[in-house]
């Protein structure tokens, strides 16, 4: 099916664990983002990507790592999963053009204990 | 930078009523578009509407229009004849052109639509 999948839909891992967030597209587009959704604070920007191997922080980047070694995969690592990191996380993909909607994933529920 | 805030956190409408949510924004660019999501219960992100800065007219949807006041910075969204499928967060949202592209959101609005 056409679209954009995040897994896994829920996690919950331990303090100081390493914990990877998968995201796949299917349309192609270009760019994708990785958002962190806080009460209060809405959707920040974690780090995005114009291309395959072309990656760039947003506004929270720190604690979290991303690759992109194919158009349609966008992995979000946390290297040492702290408790602040708690959250909802939502992958995203667009093309590079002001005018068109960005496509979200169903969200991944992140708890660090 | 681009910024862009929503000033009220909740809201709430009875159904059938209209209401409308605040969005300002601040930007140097001269072209760009305006966008509003919807996020129901179900976390799902859906596009509600957009506008293109330059177009005087405001943008309608069905039961959703806009109310763009550029020389104001202000994009408010209005909601007729209020359902209680409304009940959602609603982001305003702007995306920033040329090579840095990216998409900054608002802090949202949660709105209840009561029976």
């Known amino acids: 099916d056409a679209g954009i999948t995040q897994s896994p839909r829920y996690k919950i891992t331990e303090t100081g664990r390493q914990v990877t967030l998968m995201c796949h597209q299917t349309?192609?587009?270009?760019?994708m983002f990785w958002y962190r959704q806080d009460l209060g604070h809405g959707l920040r920007l974690i780090y995005y990507?114009?291309?395959?191997?072309?990656?760039d922080k947003g506004e929270v980047p720190d604690g979290y790592v991303v690759s992109r070694s194919k158009t349609e995969n966008f992995p979000l690592t946390l290297e040492s999963a702290t408790r602040s990191q708690t959250s909802v996380y939502f992958c995203?993909?667009?093309?590079?053009?002001?005018?068109?909607?960005?496509?979200f994933g169903q969200g991944t529920r992140l708890t660090v204990v | 930078a681009q910024t862009v805030t929503q000033s009220q956190p909740e809201m709430s409408v009875q159904e059938a009523e209209t209401v409308t949510l605040s969005c300002t924004y601040d930007?140097?660019?001269?072209?760009?578009?305006l966008f509003w999501y919807k996020q129901p219960p179900s976390r799902q992100m859906i596009l509600v509407i957009r506008?293109?800065?330059?177009?005087?007219q405001n943008a309608t949807e069905n039961r959703f229009s806009v109310n763009f006041q550029k020389a104001a910075k202000s994009f408010s969204l209005k909601i007729s004849d209020s359902q209680l499928g409304d009940t959602a967060m609603y982001f305003c949202a702007f995306p920033s052109g040329g090579s840095n592209y990216k998409l900054t959101f608002g802090k949202g609005t949660l709105l209840t639509v009561n029976p």
């Open positions: 506008q293109e800065a330059y177009k005087q």
């Open positions: 930007t140097s660019e001269s072209n760009y578009y």
């Open positions: 995203a993909s667009s093309e590079a053009q002001m005018n068109t909607e960005a496509f």
């Open positions: 990507s114009a291309a395959a191997d072309i990656t």
């Open positions: 349309w192609s587009h270009s760019y």
